[in-house]
């Protein structure tokens, strides 16, 4: 089996050494460079074409958050992991409207980076624990609660599953083969489901599925 190709950005020299240190402690880890800019990360990138790619989101030249909306749109195969010292609900919610597959405590990343990096390099998202429901919880909701109240039993069983997968992080084409069912079907379906909860965009979803704790339910390689 082929190593999870990784790439890292942190505009800190000694972060970075040791965010590296500990992943080629891992054999089925190849960390293939580093950067410490958002410019230079963006070119590391694009010319290697990671599997995975850690960034900060302070960084000089582009911020992560920018560095995350550039990416998705110049190399979308690429799946991005924040790893930072923000625990503000508006940096999570950025990050995954941008298409950032996952969001990661510096503090938690001795314990807990290699399971975030392989989780996202499956497919899933991995979102810290310690951040996870405060951060996705929607302040102008009560008790953190959508505006539909409608409940996930009211779903069918494959809107369930169709959601539950993208709320983790599977694309369209992966729910299709997964479920042996077509793209368009699962389109149908996902579209259903969040026209019945009431659910907009994909950060809406993660936190309906971070409240029903799909996200904690992610298949491992």
Known sequence: MSPIRIALADDHPVVLAGVKALLQAAPDFEVVGEAVSGRAALDLFVATKPDVAVIDISMPDINGLDLAETLAQA?????LLALTVHEDRAYVQRLLQAGARGYLLKRS???DLARAIRAIASGGIYLDPSVAERALADPTKP???EANATSTEELSAREGDVLKLTAQGFTNK???LRLE????TVETY???AAAKLGLRTRAEIVRYGVAQGWLEDIDQP
Do not use: M
């Not at 190399?75 to 799946?79: A, F, L």
């Not at 069912?181 to 368009?184: A, G, L, M, N, R």
């Open 181 to 184: 069912i077509s793209i368009k």
């Open 143 to 145: 008790n953190g609660q």
């Open 75 to 79: 190399c979308p195969q690429v799946k």
């Open 174 to 176: 992966e729910i299709a």
């Open 109 to 111: 990343a001795a314990d």
């Open 190 to 192: 996902k579209a259903r």
